[in-house]
């Protein structure tokens, strides 16, 4: 290092050391303070969301106070008995510290007390886990992961417990247990420890944090910038005491805010582990913003913390569910603890936004810290306002030009359609450019797979992800996405998809009857581009609002092209003839193929090809403009799958042989209900005649729609020019349209 440098970081690191002296000894200050626990004192018993939640935790915490302690030795995956039971610690602790703070019992401290120095006598000759699988395992986990959440949870309650301890019961856990666990995290495993990934973000928050209750400098350096060469991160502050990020960092807490998220909030990785990853991201913020409140951490990157909140907010369903992008484990809401910490916060540090305190209520629960009464009492104090969700288009990238994500949505979330053009995703990226998934009332009615993994269910690969989520749940056959050759984008090689993101062409949500996102992937297959639009739109000749589905293709060659459509329920009804194979075979060989059973084969009837199902009492139909030469096939997921790792769930794949530009034009409508209990079907049929492409060229494209009454509706969109402001005129058919903007929908 240079001496320029050397002398910056040498201000830096002294200005560091007389804040940490500054706040010395005012413990807990992490996201339980001081101030914080006399408010909750004076407080306690006229709070009910706040007083129920005590409730609970209590009655849990006492549970296990009654079993006593057990540290055992460490030898599960995810699941088993030993995993499970360090996981249940941690939740423990962290909770029993939070109960001493608040009702002044010196048992929930003692139970923190005894079984930290339990682990600090097996912590220092503990090998690594006997598991061996992961890239960086851990000693008490199979993954360093899993110790970097222990760290993190129990620095917080070694934090409500550190002025009640002795000085040398504190000197003894810190040198024998948490600075050697520190380091283990660190500087054992900087694999582990200096990359930009959800794993690195919980080691930089399990390092800072319990850094910050040693009043060490040195870790909270180490878990802000990463580890260098040197020991000492190299860094700077601005003169309003924020962070300036140095050219090429890449690790430590900083780059994992910087590189992940976009300037709207949304986290490459997808939702789900967004989710999983706001956690430490916001309580070591939280933690800092208490310490170290001259770093303005939640000003960091014009907010992006608080931003993330909002996003993850609006990419869950109208259950709270979050959209299954990328890995993901359907189900995953924003009931999860991760997802309460990050409202509370939200709340508390981001100007009290009263839209979250409806989220609050929903979640019937808060935390046991400063961030958790102030909820509780705006609940009281009936400040909630509703969480209302919008159409929305969240950029990804770091600086919002890798894609993004958009999410359209009819009325109070009639319909929904999550449709994805964004950047890979790091690790935990699928190849589905331009993939989408359709909900009504937070119900799937397109899916997207998810991920091939049970979470800490130790019967399916230990809890981890299963060898399908590679051959399966990543390829793009498995999404509502074009297949080229059956092969799948950017052939399923990271390297190559981690290079390139589909560009947004526009995104239009500014009409309630009508919005419209459109986007282009050139990279997914050298020599073809590919460009979806698609509509939400509510007519009012069709009882529910339906998505229209544009998929325009030009390639250099001819090609088969696969567009499939994962449905969810029972078909009613088909307009064409098909065959069903006396014995199941797979689809295809590679590429997620070997795993779909081929359940039928067909051709078109006509210009048009209809499906019809029901699910969960609903209809619902698809029609698509299709040719004769085009092939029509069922298939089931679940061939070679052994051990059932995969759901049987269902497909319906337009397939078109031989053509180099080509248009796939589709409508879903909802329509109708049936009652099992009356027995009486509504409206089970379309209200669709005809879906015909009466347009195609460079420039334009156009789809009509006629509906059962015999009144047509005509969709254009130009493919060239997205601007807003820009004059159309074209002459279709001998009927002239003229218009402002990217596209038009008009009855004609």
Not at 255 to 268: I, M, Q, R, V
Not at 438 to 451: I, T
Request: aromatic letters at 12%.
């Amino acid at each position: 290092m240079n001496a320029p440098n050397r002398m910056a970081v040498s201000i830096l690191l002294f200005g560091f050391t007389l804040a940490m002296a500054s706040q010395a000894g005012a413990h807990p200050n992490l996201i339980l303070t001081e101030a914080g626990v006399e408010r909750i004192r004076a407080e306690l018993g006229s709070v009910p969301l706040f007083d129920a939640t005590v409730e609970r935790i209590k009655a849990e915490v006492d549970a296990e106070i009654e079993l006593g302690v057990d540290t055992p030795i460490p030898r599960d995956f995810s699941g088993g008995y030993t995993h499970e039971r360090h996981k249940r610690n941690f939740l423990i602790l962290q909770q029993a510290g939070a109960l001493f703070q608040i009702l002044e019992d010196e048992k929930y401290a003692i139970y923190v007390r005894d079984m930290l120095f339990q682990y600090e006598a097996m912590y220092k000759d503990l090998p690594l886990h006997p598991q061996e699988r992961s890239y960086a395992r851990g000693k008490l986990f199979w993954q360093c992961l899993n110790d970097s959440n222990w760290l993190v949870y129990v620095s917080q309650a070694y934090d409500a417990i550190h002025d009640w301890l002795s000085e040398e019961e504190r000197l003894t856990l810190e040198q024998n247990l948490f600075r050697p666990f520190a380091d283990f995290l660190s500087i054992e495993n900087p694999q582990f420890f200096n990359r930009v990934h959800n794993h690195s973000t919980w080691g930089s928050a399990a390092v800072g944090m319990i850094g910050l209750v040693m009043e060490d400098e040195e870790l909270v350096q180490r878990a802000l910038y990463g580890i260098r060469d040197d020991g000492v991160g190299v860094g700077a502050t601005d003169d309003d005491g924020g962070f300036i990020r140095v050219e090429g960092q890449r690790a430590g807490f900083l780059a994992n805010l910087e590189e992940p998220f976009s300037p709207d909030g949304y986290y490459t990785e997808g939702p789900y582990y967004q989710r999983y990853a706001m956690y430490p991201f916001l309580v070591f913020a939280q933690s800092l913003h208490n310490v170290r409140p001259d770093l303005n951490i939640f000003q960091y990157k014009s907010g992006v913390l608080l931003k993330g909140v909002d996003a993850l907010l609006q990419l869950s369903d109208a259950d709270g569910e979050f959209f299954p992008l990328n890995d993901a484990q359907k189900g995953m809401s924003y009931h999860s603890r991760e997802l309460v910490t990050a409202v509370d916060i939200a709340y508390l540090v981001g100007g009290q936004d009263p839209r979250l305190l409806s989220v609050a209520e929903e979640q019937g629960q808060v935390l046991l810290d400063d961030a958790g009464i102030s909820v509780a009492a705006a609940i009281r104090d009936g400040r909630a306002q509703p969480f209302e969700k919008s159409s929305i288009n969240l950029t990804d990238g770091p600086d919002g030009r890798q894609g993004g994500v958009a999410v359209l949505r009819q009325g109070d979330e009639d319909l929904t359609l999550v449709f994805k053009y964004a950047g890979q995703g790091l690790s935990h990226g699928h190849y589905d450019k331009l993939s989408f998934s359709l909900y009504e009332k937070g119900e799937e009615v397109l899916q997207d797979y998810g991920m091939a993994r049970f979470v800490n269910i130790e019967q399916k690969g230990g809890g981890n992800y299963l060898t399908e989520n590679t051959t399966w749940a990543k390829q793009t056959i498995a999404h509502n996405t074009l297949v080229q050759n059956e092969t799948s984008h950017f052939e399923g090689r990271y390297e190559i998809g981690s290079e390139h993101h589909s560009e947004l062409h526009f995104f239009d949500g500014s009409d309630s009857n009508v919005q419209v996102v459109s986007a282009l992937e050139t990279n997914a297959y050298p020599g073809t581009a590919m460009k979806r639009t698609m509509a939400l739109i509510r007519n009012g000749s069709f009882e529910k609002p339906f998505l229209l589905d544009i998929f325009k293709v030009d390639s250099d060659s001819a090609n088969r092209y696969d567009l499939p459509f994962y449905f969810m329920g029972q078909v009613m009804r088909v307009n064409f003839d098909y065959d069903s194979p006396s014995a199941l075979r797979a689809l295809g060989e590679a590429n997620g193929y070997e795993h779909l059973h081929l359940e039928g084969t067909g051709s078109p009837a006509g210009s048009n090809t209809v499906l019809s199902w029901m699910e969960n009492g609903k209809f619902y139909t698809l029609t698509s403009a299709t040719g004769a030469g085009d092939e029509l096939l069922f298939a089931r997921i679940g061939a070679n799958d052994p051990e059932f790792n995969l759901r049987r769930d269902a497909a319906f794949i337009i397939r078109r042989n031989g053509a180099a530009d080509t248009v796939f034009a589709t409508a879903v409508e909802p329509h109708g209900n049936y009652s099992p209990v009356s027995e009486i079907a509504v409206n089970a049929n379309s209200g669709i005649a005809e879906l015909s492409v009466v347009y195609d060229d460079e420039r334009y494209t156009a789809v009509t729609i006629e509906d059962i009454q015999g009144q047509t509706s005509i969709f254009i969109v130009s493919n060239v020019d997205p601007s807003a402001s820009t004059e159309h005129e074209l002459e279709i058919n001998g009927t002239t349209y003229e218009w402002s903007g990217p596209w038009r929908y008009a009855e004609i």
